[in-house]
Structure formats: structure tokens, C-alpha cells
């Protein structure tokens, strides 16, 4: 459809056929309903007027990580440099926490559910949903980019569906009226409806966000209290008129604002953070651009029903000037807001949080000063200054620098001078002004590429172990809030939209316990009725770094533990090496190095006779039970008398198996004295067994290490010799 035709807007029938249902009910045609949407929408337009100063301070924030220079700026000299300080401590943020929520191994949803098949299949789609969100890419790099700067993580989840005529080459048989002959194959060409749906997930900058009242503890507070969640929308006549076509919008209220967009030519004074990115990435929006319509989206408790005094969640669109484009109920079935928001840092009493930014932002504009004054001096310390007398050197016009060239004048009247290196000074200073930039945004080396340490001298082990422990409890506090207040939730709105909108099956990669499985299984339209709880388990499981010590630690202390430490419990290590060799291969590589032999396939007795007799050769499977197996195979030795001698073969494959468990299992035994010294006791003074931790051994940290030279202590005059180790 063109941008400006004005044709008459055509609701579809199917679309008008579904109004009838109570969702997709129009309620602004009432008018009671409509006074309440108005009211909802001045307290809107209040809202947006009361945080017009945080929206306008944001627009500065997103200047500085687009290394813009604005009138903040106090030195104005010919240079023209920005020091990209802040920006750099937001990139490394950003790409610290992204690895720390999306781990190597892929795997980053844990699910809890009555049906263990139910479980694996809410896995497997929830972790497709995460890829074709492209949560990784697009979503989540972004959210964390907003979430520094603008103090606020704000995403909007819906459904999109979009369908695509795919063309492909098939072989048929020759037709005659539509039936099939004998012939020759030949290519032909068909085309076919694909269609893909899926959930979107929306990054919203919170200039455009207000949730009132601004006091409330969240989004369900907020709209349980009375208030409204209001999102602007910036819309072109295209986008309203396929609204009006699905039937998202009513139509005559959407013809008004068409013939007002045509007719109006000033812009909403609320800032527009698209404006500021669009000129960062060199685009221009000007007066020539597209007409965009200024739109409110707003959800609220409305009371539907006038005599009743049931309010209900309803979603509706304001443009302007009165006109109620639409009021809904709520079209999720599962009755929450789409939009979920969440602050960096919770401030008691207020929803929204302070940015990063703020605290180090007239450093960034002092450090630009300096530098851009370094700058100027360092070009004028590189030009000499001639010195001459003119009363002696009436010859100055001659006087060109080039090569090879002749000054007519006497050398005790020409001197040559060097304006002052300032530039030093003023580097060095705003190098002390990064520093604290990224002290304050809690940026340490160990996280910028390449970085530059204090003094230039090298780290030792210590200082670079220090850091990572920084940087690891720095990173978890992060990511520990934005996996509970944003992620988590997201998971659980993905499973409702699925449950909603699609009804047909949908083939995806299949996961195992253990990991991924090289195979695609097919999923049905889920059903409600399972109990289930999921949590985004990506920051749980990139969290291992310290973990995995600890864990190595408290394996070797079990695995010394005898029968007699631990009266009436089973020591089952199972579980704890399962885990412990996902976290440390992940799952791709954890099938392959520790198998779970419960899950191959294991025959009974009998009917290994029968493949034996007729001819197949047969292998024991670990966890079979010899003993009762030979007795089996042996009783059908005698009666068919083994003609094909394959039973007696398996027969010693169990003898076999058995004497090796059996020396497995006094190996164990054996391994245990020798690393617990005695029976029973963990961490004994035996030497161990070679290539294994003593029993009860913790991975320790560095140890600080003297400078060149330095002398031993046990050799200091006045030291004490340590005690000979036993």
C-alpha cells in the first residue's frame, strides 16, 4: 500500500468474524469506557511531562556512548577529539555479562515439571524460541546497552507470524485431467505456504516507558494499585492501516489521525531516542522524512461492565486530541502485561533506577577537555618557533621552510625555540580521569582486550587472580538480577504465547539430560494442564569458574569416605561426576565421556537365546545380571544342543564380564587404603595413587611470588628454618 494513499480502510471478514469474542470485543464504542481511557490517557501525558528532564538527560547519556561532542563541552579549541571512556566501559560490560548469561555449551533453561517427557519437550522448544528470538544476537546486547545508560531494562514480548510462498522443483508423472499415467517423470515447479511464528522481543528505550504511579514496587503493583503502563509508539500511515486491517484498531477513530498526520507538520516535544542513534549511524531524519503518528499504548484496570464493579485488564491506543483508537481486554490469555521492566539498581520508593552513566559524566566531559587541550598543545609543542630581529633581518619574507633552503641572514639573529610539551600533562590526566570512569562503572582489566596496567609493569599471579575474583562477583550481581526480574519471566511469557497461538506441531532440536542430541523431534501444541516451572539456567551454569574448584574439592573428600563414616547412607556419586563433566565439557562432549548405560538397550535372556540359536551374534550389556543370564543360556545349551555354537560363546562373554567387574571392584577398594592411609579415614598420610589427587586435596590459589633475587627465608640469618615435611 502506498505511504499516502488515502483510500478507505477495509477491515477483513475473518478479522470481523472474531470480534465476537470477548478479547477481541471493541469496549471504546462505550461510553463509559471511553471517559475512563481518556482520564488514563491525561494521567499519561502527565507522567511522560514529570520524567521530561530524565528523558532529555538520557539523550546526553546516549551522546556520550556515541562519542558525540555537544555543548557540555567547556574547552572549544581546534581539535575535536572525544575519548571514548565511557563507551569502552559500557562494550566491555556488555560483552562480560552477554557470555556470563549465554554460556559455551548452549544450554540455558532448567525445567522443573510433573512429567519428565513433558519436560524435556518445554526444553527443547523454549531453547528454539531462544534462537529465533535471536536472544543472543540482537535482544540481549541491546537490553544491557540500554540497562547501563538509561538506568532501566524495558522489553515488550509478543507474537509475530509471518508466511512465505516457497517455490521448489518436484518430479511428477505425466497428467491427463488430473490423473496420473505411465510416462516419464518430469520437473516441475510448485509453490508452498510456509509459515513461521514465533515470539518477538522487543528492546523499548525507557524515555519511551512510563509506568505509573512512580512510586510502585513493579509493572503488576503498578496496575493492581490503580495505575498504567504507557509506551509511545511512533507509527506511519502504512502501520496504522494494516492495524486497522487486523483488526487491531477501530476504523473511523484511524481515519481521523490519517488526515491529521497529512495536515500536521510540527513534531511531539517528548525526545526521540531513534533520532539520536539514526545520526550516529549516519542516517538523517529530516523534514522530508516519513510522517510518523505520535501514539500512546496503555494498559490499565478498567471497569468494563457499567452496573457490574469488575475491572479488568484492558490494552488501548490513544491519538490524541481525545481519540481513543482502541481499548481492549488484555489479548494474552494468560492476563499479563507484554511489556516487562525492571530497574538496574531497585531504589526504595521509586520504579525506575539511576544510570550508570551519571556518576562519571562530567569525567568523561572533563577528560574530552583536557585531551582536546592536550591535543592542541602537542601540535604546537611540533612547530618550531623562529625567533629573529627584524632591524638586522629585513629579509623575514625569504625566510621559507623547505628543503634545502637559503635564509640570507646572520645565525646570531635567527633563534629557533620549542613551545612547552603540555600535552604530557594533560594526557596523564585524562588517563587519571579513565581510570576512575572505570572504577566507577566497575570495569577491570581482566575484562577490557589488551588493557593497559597501572605503572606499565606486568601483573603477577596474585594481582591477575584478585581481578578475575572481581570480575566474577561483580558480573554475578549483574546478571543474577537481570535472569530474575527479565529473563526468568520472559521464559514463562514464551511458553503462554506458544500455548495461545500456535496449533500446529513444530519440529525442533531435541535435548537431553546431558546435553544435546544429534536428532529433531517433533512437538505437539502444548496443553496447560502439566505442572511445570521453568528458570533461565545460563547464568547458573556460567557460573563455574570458582565452582568447579570447589566441587573437585568435595568430590575427593566423598569418594574417601568409607561405609563406616556414613552409617544408614549409600554413597551415590552418579549425580555429582554427571554435573561436574557437563559444567567442565558441557553438554556436547559430557554424552560421549560419561554414558549412561541405563539407556542402551538391554534384552532379556530368553530372547537372546532366540537370536543366538538363529544365528546373530550377541553381546552382554554391563548391567546385566551374569550369574542369572548364564543360567538362562546354559539351560538352552542342553536343550537344542547349540548348533550354531554362539551360545557357548556368549556364555564366556559373561564369564568374562563378571571376572572384570570383580577386578574392578577390588581395584576400588585397593585405590581407597591406599589414599586414606587406613580404612575408613579420608585424607590419610599414604602416598596415593599416581595420577590421582590425594583424597581430600583443594585446588589452592596462587601463591605470592618475591622479586629477582630475593633471598630465601629459610636462608635469612635471623629466620627460623620451616619444619622438614614428613
Known amino acids: 500500500m502506498a505511504e499516502d494513499d488515502d483510500d478507505d480502510l477495509e477491515v477483513d471478514e475473518a478479522v470481523e468474524a472474531t470480534l465476537t469474542d470477548s478479547r477481541d470485543e471493541e469496549l471504546a464504542d462505550k461510553e463509559h469506557v471511553k471517559k475512563q481511557c481518556i482520564q488514563i490517557f491525561k494521567d499519561a501525558e502527565q507522567g511522560f511531562q514529570d520524567q521530561w528532564n530524565r528523558a532529555n538527560s538520557q539523550i546526553d547519556y546516549w551522546e556520550m556512548y556515541n562519542c558525540v561532542l555537544n555543548a557540555n563541552q567547556f574547552y572549544s579549541g581546534n581539535s575535536k577529539i572525544y575519548a571514548p571512556f ?120 525507557d524515555m519511551d516507558v512510563c509506568v505509573l504511579p512512580m512510586t510502585c514496587d513493579g509493572i503488576e503493583d503498578a496496575l493492581n494499585s490503580g495505575g498504567s503502563v504507557n509506551i509511545i509508539r511512533r507509527w506511519s500511515k502504512y502501520k496504522i492501516r494494516k492495524l486497522v486491517r487486523d483488526g487491531e484498531l477501530e476504523k473511523e477513530a484511524a481515519q481521523e489521525l490519517l488526515k491529521e498526520m497529512g495536515n500536521r507538520s510540527k513534531s511531539h516535544s517528548q525526545p526521540d531516542k531513534s533520532k539520536t542513534l539514526s545520526d550516529a549511524a549516519g542516517v538523517k531524519i529530516g523534514a522530508g522524512g516519513k510522517k510518523t503518528a505520535f501514539i500512546y499504548e496503555t494498559w490499565a484496570m478498567i471497569k468494563t461492565d457499567k452496573r457490574g464493579g469488575n475491572y479488568e485488564l484492558c490494552k488501548m491506543y490513544y491519538g490524541g486530541a481525545d481519540r481513543v483508537l482502541s481499548c481492549k481486554r488484555n489479548p494474552n490469555w494468560d492476563d499479563k502485561c507484554s511489556l516487562l521492566s525492571a530497574p538496574v539498581d531497585q531504589l526504595e520508593g521509586i520504579f525506575k533506577g539511576v544510570s550508570k552513566v551519571k556518576p562519571v559524566e562530567t569525567f568523561q566531559y572533563a577528560a574530552n577537555d583536557f585531551l582536546n587541550e592536550a591535543m592542541d598543545s602537542a601540535t604546537y609543542s611540533l612547530m618550531p618557533i623562529v625567533m629573529t630581529d627584524p632591524t638586522r633581518n629585513p629579509r623575514t619574507s625569504s625566510m621559507v621552510l623547505n628543503v634545502a633552503a637559503i635564509w640570507e641572514t646572520s645565525p646570531k639573529d ?212 551374569d550369574a542369572a543370564h548364564m543360567r538362562e543360556h546354559f539351560q538352552a545349551a542342553q536343550a537344542t544342543q547349540d548348533p550354531t555354537g554362539q551360545i557357548r560363546a556368549h556364555i564366556m562373554l559373561h564369564q568374562q564380564q563378571m571376572q572384570q567387574k570383580q577386578q574392578a571392584q577390588m581395584m576400588q577398594m585397593m585405590q581407597q587404603m591406599q589414599q586414606q592411609g587406613r580404612p575408613g579415614m579420608p585424607g590419610g ?3 596415593g595413587v599416581p595420577g590421582t589427587p590425594r583424597t581430600g586435596a583443594a585446588p589452592a590459589g596462587p601463591r605470592n611470588q618475591g622479586p629477582p633475587g630475593m633471598i630465601h627465608r629459610d636462608r635469612m640469618p635471623v629466620g627460623m628454618p620451616r619444619a622438614a615435611r614428613g
Do not use: C
Not at 541491546?142 to 545508560?149: P, S, V
Not at 581510570?435 to 594481582?463: C, E, H, R, W, Y
Not at 566474577?472 to 526480574?485: Q, S, Y
Not at 557437563?582 to 537370536?611: C, S, T, Y
Open 414 to 625: 635567527t633563534q629557533f625555540a620549542n613551545f612547552p610539551a603540555l600535552y604530557k600533562e594533560g594526557m596523564v590526566i585524562a588517563q587519571a580521569f579513565k581510570d576512575q570512569i572505570f572504577q566507577t562503572l566497575g570495569v577491570n582489566p581482566a575484562m577490557i582486550p589488551q588493557a593497559a596496567t597501572s605503572g606499565g609493569k606486568k601483573p603477577n599471579q596474585a594481582q591477575l587472580a584478585n581481578e578475575q575474583q572481581v570480575d566474577i562477583l561483580t558480573t554475578a550481581d549483574v546478571v543474577t538480577n537481570l535472569e530474575g526480574a527479565i529473563l526468568t519471566p520472559m521464559l514463562h511469557r514464551f511458553y503462554a504465547l506458544d500455548h495461545q497461538h500456535r496449533d500446529h506441531a513444530i519440529t525442533v532440536r531435541s535435548f537431553g539430560r546431558l546435553g544435546i542430541k544429534a536428532n529433531m523431534q517433533q512437538i505437539e501444541p502444548v496443553q496447560m494442564g502439566t505442572r511445570f516451572e521453568l528458570r533461565w539456567y545460563g547464568v547458573e551454569q556460567a557460573r563455574n569458574a570458582q565452582a568447579l574448584q570447589q566441587q573437585m574439592a568435595g568430590l575427593n573428600v566423598l569418594r574417601g569416605l568409607g561405609p563406616q563414616d556414613t552409617p544408614g547412607y549409600q554413597k551415590n556419586l552418579s549425580p555429582v561426576v554427571q554435573q561436574f563433566v557437563e559444567n567442565l565439557w558441557g553438554p556436547r562432549l559430557a554424552p560421549e565421556i560419561f554414558k549412561d548405560v541405563r539407556h542402551e538397550q538391554m534384552l532379556e535372556a530368553k530372547f537372546e537365546n532366540e537370536m543366538l540359536i538363529a544365528g546373530f551374534d550377541v553381546y552382554p550389556h554391563p548391567l546385566d545380571d
Open 685 to 687: 598420610s599414604a602416598p
Open 86 to 205: 565511557v563507551r569502552d566501559a559500557i562494550e566491555a560490560r556488555k560483552t562480560r555479562f552477554v557470555n556470563q548469561i549465554f554460556p559455551v555449551s548452549g544450554k540455558h533453561i532448567e525445567v522443573f515439571s510433573s512429567a519428565d517427557d513433558r519436560a524435556e519437550e518445554t526444553l527443547a522448544l523454549l531453547e528454539t524460541y531462544i534462537r529465533r528470538a535471536k536472544l543472543r544476537t540482537k535482544v540481549i546486547p541491546a537490553l544491557l546497552r540500554n540497562g547501563d545508560i538509561e538506568g532501566q531494562y524495558n522489553v515488550y514480548i509478543s507474537w509475530v507470524k509471518y508466511k512465505r510462498n516457497v517455490a521448489m522443483r518436484v518430479k511428477r508423472k505425466p497428467e491427463v485431467d488430473g490423473v496420473e499415467v505411465e510416462g516419464e517423470e518430469h520437473d516441475d515447479i510448485v509453490e508452498q505456504e510456509i509459515i513461521q511464528e514465533y515470539p518477538r522481543v522487543e528492546v523499548i528505550a
